[in-house]
């Protein structure tokens, strides 16, 4: 896999770049991995409901073709793009998000903290007053809130053609959360935001996303 560090960039093109890239591709295009650091920019899935924008004010708000809700992108995140082959590794779309969420995963436990998933909503959440305990989650019960006690720490949002994958993820490392009050996150009302320095982690944009890249190259590999 091809790792290219892009800088910080503003979203519009990204998307454009992508399509291109995964349209163009043939058997043997080498997997790449972009990583961004986007200017505050609102974007919205295939399946984002306008209910969910509450205030945009003068951020920008992009739709486009990945899947899922509506997000928020700005500097302080690591925004990284797998373009993968997903029928060379022999994986289909459930495996993929899968391993995308366990490089997440392992990426904040290099940092000691302990992200969790959460049955039906992609991405990854912490505890935030106790990010370093390793106890798992209790089983939710019928008729209780499944981000009780949780934030979430990183997205997910991707898009399949041809087996071959597109857009990706995104991890809060140091960031201005208040953009994310004026949306309801991934289409969760109410559903708390956090990032690495509110937990208490020092650490760099570069540092996290090496780290992050890292995972992904292991994880993303033919076996």
């Avoid at 708000?61 to 022999?90: E, M, S």
């Avoid at 009780?148 to 140091?174: C, D, M, P, Q, T």
């Avoid at 953009?179 to 208490?200: E, H, N, Q």
């Amino acid at each position: 896999m091809l790792v290219k560090h892009l800088g910080r960039l503003p979203y519009a093109g990204i998307e454009v770049a992508m399509r291109e890239f995964t349209g163009t591709r043939g058997a043997d295009t080498v997997d790449e991995l972009w990583l961004v650091e986007h200017e505050p920019v609102f974007t919205l899935g295939l399946a984002a409901r306008p209910e969910h924008l509450l205030a945009p004010g003068s951020i920008p708000v992009v739709a486009t073709q990945r899947g899922g809700q509506v997000t928020y992108h700005g500097p302080g995140q690591v925004t990284a793009y797998p373009l993968v082959d997903l029928a060379r590794l022999g994986i289909y779309v459930k495996e993929y998000v899968h391993r995308l969420e366990e490089a997440l995963l392992r990426t904040l436990a290099a940092f000691a903290v302990t992200g969790h998933r959460v049955r039906g909503a992609p991405g990854i959440y912490v505890r935030p007053h106790a990010p370093f305990d390793h106890a798992r989650l209790p089983p939710t019960l019928a008729g209780q809130d499944s981000f009780a006690g949780l934030a979430k720490i990183a997205a997910l949002g991707i898009k399949v053609s041809r087996s071959r994958s597109y857009h990706g993820l995104a991890l809060n490392v140091a960031m201005d959360l208040e953009p994310f009050s004026r949306i309801d996150p991934c289409g969760y009302v109410g559903l708390a935001t956090t990032d690495l320095r509110t937990l208490g982690v020092s650490a760099d944009w570069d540092t996290v996303a090496t780290r992050l890249a890292s995972e992904l190259q292991a994880l993303l590999q033919p076996r």
